[in-house]
């Protein structure tokens, strides 16, 4: 099983970037995915979550209106578009199948 997330950099306040995770070795279209992140010194928390067959989102209150995730089910991937990018968006993002399949992350980094 790989989750393999890309698309990670450093933008400055305001910009956008679009996060994708490949997903191999399982049946992607059988599971619920979503995005967490983890900030420096913080706990990692939950950012978006997508229905197996992308049907459903939901949202942190903190990226609400600001993030978009969406699947792929035919290229096994999902994405995360971030926009109005904060200093406090700074952080690793992960996807993952949740709780069994994680990825290792990729780095966003919010800053003037």
């Known amino acids: 099983v790989q989750l393999v997330e890309s698309g990670g950099g450093l933008v400055q306040p305001g910009g956008s970037l679009r996060l994708s995770c490949a997903a191999s070795g399982f049946t992607f279209s059988s599971y619920a995915m979503s995005w967490y992140r983890q900030a420096p010194g913080k706990e990692r928390e939950l950012v978006a979550t997508i229905t197996s067959a992308g049907g459903r989102t939901n949202y942190a209150d903190s990226v609400k209106g600001r993030f978009t995730i969406s699947r792929d089910n035919a290229k096994n991937t999902v994405y995360l578009q971030m926009n109005s990018l904060k200093p406090e968006d700074t952080a690793v993002y992960y996807c993952?199948?949740?709780?069994?399949?994680w990825g290792k992350g990729t780095l966003v980094i919010v800053s003037s």
């Open positions: 993952t199948a949740f709780p069994r399949y």
